[in-house]
């Protein structure tokens, strides 16, 4: 994802074991005040959430960074970090592929779209109708993938629901043709309902 985004040149720090010392050793190797006046933004994924094996956050407080939010409201991709490290921004995204696949679409791809001079385009502006039937939870927006399976009588295009909600796996991304959104609010999908949904194609817009 960061490889399609020509304006922002890329500086790997590779990965490390899911140990916390591993971690500060990481950011303490590449020397943070240097690596914070190198970069524009950081971005990480995975452990970011409050397990035993989520060390993100205390590894960023190791290297005396501030957590300026965490938490956003919006399935998949609810452990989300942001923050600062000296003078470089600091986006941390959910290890589960899925979960950072929409976490960088919502957020990291507009920060980069900023940090480059551009105005970021809004996600999921464009409309369809919901070819499907679904239920769930309120509280959070959803973000899920969609196929085009036809249009309807003004032109909009029909969306069928790929996957079972998983975060764990990028399998149906490889058949979608965007990410469609559901508000939080909404507890109900029906067969017809206008969709908000972010197309990877400008043909489908």
């Keep these: 994802m960061l490889d399609s985004t020509p304006t922002a040149p890329l500086l790997d720090l590779a990965a490390t074991r899911d140990i916390a010392l591993a971690q500060v050793a990481a950011l303490t190797d590449h020397d943070t005040p240097a690596l914070a006046a190198s970069a524009d933004l950081l971005v990480t994924s995975g452990g970011v959430s409050l397990?035993?094996?989520?060390?993100?956050?205390?590894?960023?407080?190791?290297?005396?960074?501030?957590?300026?939010?965490?938490?956003?409201?919006?399935?998949?991709?609810?452990?989300?970090?942001?923050?600062?490290?000296?003078?470089?921004?600091?986006?941390?995204?959910?290890?589960?592929?899925m979960a950072a696949f929409v976490?960088?679409?919502?957020?990291?791809?507009?920060?980069?779209?900023?940090?480059?001079?551009?105005?970021?385009?809004?996600?999921?502006?464009?409309?369809?109708?919901?070819?499907?039937?679904?239920?769930?939870?309120?509280?959070?927006?959803?973000?899920?993938?969609?196929?085009?399976?036809?249009?309807?009588?003004?032109?909009?295009?029909?969306l069928s629901r790929l996957g079972q909600g998983v975060s764990a796996t990028l399998f149906p991304l490889a058949l979608a043709d965007g990410l469609a959104m559901v508000g939080a609010d909404s507890a109900d999908v029906d067969p017809g309902q206008r969709l908000a949904w972010h197309p990877f194609h400008a043909g489908w817009a």
């Design 103 to 158: 976490g960088f679409h919502l957020f990291a791809a507009a920060q980069i779209a900023r940090l480059s001079g551009q105005m970021p385009p809004a996600f999921a502006t464009a409309h369809g109708r919901a070819d499907f039937t679904g239920s769930r939870r309120t509280g959070r927006a959803e973000v899920f993938p969609v196929r085009c399976t036809g249009s309807d009588d003004a032109g909009l295009p029909r």
């Design 51 to 97: 397990g035993g094996r989520d060390p993100v956050r205390p590894t960023f407080a190791a290297a005396v960074g501030r957590i300026a939010a965490w938490r956003v409201a919006v399935k998949p991709g609810k452990p989300a970090m942001f923050g600062q490290l000296g003078q470089a921004a600091v986006t941390g995204l959910p290890g589960n592929p």
